[in-house]
């Protein structure tokens, strides 16, 4: 039960209303608000598009190297092959020409 | 008689029948808030610029409430938080000692009488806590229960200071109407 004191507290404290504007800034502030959440969600969106571009890039290019090397050692690898086959074939070669020489 | 979900439903649609929109609510509750901020801060674009803040939040997290009352809790509750983290960052409200409140001049608004703006005055003067306890009661007839709960203190601590505040702003009253007299 309230007395008279708490009642004039009630009073005192009743409620006021804001500027007459109040309420078209408050409804302009939040579709500012609402305009820059979606423009950071576009910046958000552009910067993880670019960066899955950039790993799928740089994987791609990644890969071809590997390929390279890897075509590259397999090509240095068949010319050692090729180079010992062509140096035992010159030896046998050899060893044959000295012996039709000393017949 | 217990009612089914389409009858409460339908009764929902009866007591209220515009679905509820943020422009709706901030029409009907932006006085609240305002007041709550006004009250505590004593400064009008100080309490539109809190009041404006509680909105906005509001507005982002709409989709969540589900009830005017939890609404209408939540943004007192947050209207009182903001305006004391407010009063904190500024420091610029150099805090008045109750004893140092002067009478006000009986020249103002026409409207406003003489004890409701000396009133005001010393509510203003109270520290953070007391002052938004003070002003959820009386402004806007909160339980100690709900102001507990909003303000996130134990009932014992706004019941304290409700006692104390009361019977502070009684003594000043009453001793300042002396001085009048």
Known sequence: MMDDFEKQLQEALSRKEPSPFFEARVLGAVKRQARERRASMRMWWATAVAAVLIVVAVSVWQHQRNEQAREEATGREAKARLELALKITSVKLQKISQKVEGI | ?181
């Open chain 2, 1 to 181: 008689m217990t009612k089914t979900g389409q009858e409460i439903g339908e009764q929902q649609r009866v007591d209220n029948p515009e679905p509820r929109t943020f422009a709706s609510v901030l029409r009907s509750h932006q006085s609240m808030v305002f007041s709550i901020a006004y009250h505590f801060l004593r400064d009008r674009p100080a309490a539109e610029e809190v009041a404006q803040d509680v909105f906005l939040q509001l507005h982002k997290r709409f989709e969540e409430f589900e009830s005017d009352a939890h609404i209408a809790f939540w943004l007192r509750k947050v209207a009182g938080h903001r305006s004391i983290d407010y009063v904190r960052k500024r420091k610029s409200q150099a805090a008045v000692d109750i004893d140092d409140v002067p009478v006000p001049s009986v020249d103002g608004e026409p409207e406003d009488h003489f004890l409701n703006r000396r009133l005001r005055l010393l509510i203003g003067s109270l520290p953070e806590k007391p002052r938004m306890v003070m002003i959820l009661r009386y402004q806007e007839d909160m339980r100690p229960e709900e102001i507990a709960s909003a303000m996130d203190m134990p009932v014992r601590t706004v019941k304290s200071h409700l006692q104390r505040s009361l019977a502070m702003l009684r003594e000043k009253i009453d001793r300042s109407m002396g001085d009048v007299r």
